[in-house]
């Protein structure tokens, strides 16, 4: 089973009214099915592998009973917030020593929103209220959270934003769940901007020390052409500059992967790349040519597809 997905709002902020409608806090992490199921606790991301490795905290899940799957968002905290930066250092460990003391030193939970499947009982036709009273009759584990539920969307717009977190996802009480669907009846809206792209290159420090200084991002179009985001560097440091450079020093290749010719600002002394290393960045807007503007890098990604190009 796949995640049902939320329609992006065309105005942020811009939450539908009226008591058809719950909602909820957008986290800043990534989405996670607990699936009980088979012989074993497996927990699938948007793109189908198994993150338990990962995170050896939520082996609790295994207690649900069999045959359910749970829905929800894997979240580090940093100072009181969620920390995607955070998370990304444990999204990619696959070795169980290291991710255990990561799990010591970084601890995840697990919010969890909804219950496609309880014990063997296929809810998905069923309306969103009833699937939540059956999540919430369910006995979760250590590390395993309700998300909570409001029915003021207005308050929890202005609450997300006050307290710094990434937004709201506004769900119709009635909504049936859609496996792998991006559906209006889930609509999200969020304070600010972020998007997976794809590294095409990076240039190193202008201090001569060879390491990495920013990344040259891009976004493939429908015919499979890349396209230009943007250079960035902010962000760029620590444990994500040492995992870039040796993700993308394998990759290296003599020639621009975009299929625009680049401004000499933004060429000048870059090792191109083969385009297969996506990155999440979040950014203020992005100008008439599509270029985003003050970009942050966040953390490598490998459990979703990267966002298309938009013209």
């Known amino acids: 089973m796949q995640p049902m997905l939320a329609t992006p709002v065309a105005v942020p902020g811009r ?8 909602f909820e806090v957008k986290w800043d992490g990534v989405r996670i099915l607990a699936d009980t199921t088979g012989d074993r606790l497996r927990l699938p991301g948007r793109n189908g592998r198994d993150a ?38 444990r999204m990619h460990v696959r070795d169980p020593a290291r991710a255990a003391a990561l ?11 909804d219950a496609p499947v309880v014990a063997g009982e296929d809810l998905t036709r069923r309306p969103f209220t009833e699937r939540r009273a059956s999540l919430e009759a369910l006995d979760l584990p250590e590390h395993v959270q309700l998300s909570p539920v409001y029915e003021d969307g207005d308050l929890i717009w202005a609450a997300t934003r006050a307290q710094g977190l990434e937004g709201v996802v506004a769900k119709r009480a009635a909504s049936t769940y ?6 209006a009846d889930w609509l999200k809206a969020v304070h600010h901007r ?19 200084g920013a990344v040259l991002l891009g976004a493939r179009d429908a015919a499979g052409d890349l396209h230009f985001l943007c250079r960035a560097g902010s962000g760029l440091a620590g444990a994500l500059a040492r995992d870039l450079t040796a993700a993308l020093r394998p990759l290296e290749r003599a020639t621009s992967p975009f299929a625009e010719r680049l401004e000499p600002v933004d060429a000048r ?29 966040r953390g490598r990604r490998d459990d979703v597809p990267p966002d298309p190009w938009e013209a």
């Open 269 to 297: 002394g870059t090792v191109w790349v083969e385009p297969e290393v996506l990155l999440d960045v979040r950014y203020l807007t992005r100008t008439p040519s599509g270029r985003l503007r003050q970009p942050v890098l």
């Open 52 to 89: 338990a490795l990962a995170y050896p905290e939520l082996a609790g899940l295994a207690a649900l009973p069999p045959g359910t799957v749970v829905d929800g968002e894997v979240v580090a905290m940093r100072d009181g917030v969620p920390s995607f930066p955070a998370l990304a250092e």
């Open 15 to 22: 939450l539908p009214e009226g008591p058809g409608w719950r």
């Open 178 to 183: 859609q496996p792998g669907r991006r559906s």
């Open 194 to 212: 972020t998007r997976t792209a794809v590294i095409g290159g990076w240039r190193p420090e202008t201090t001569g020390s060879g390491r990495m």
């Open 103 to 113: 799990a010591r030193r970084v601890p995840v939970s697990y919010l969890v929103f």
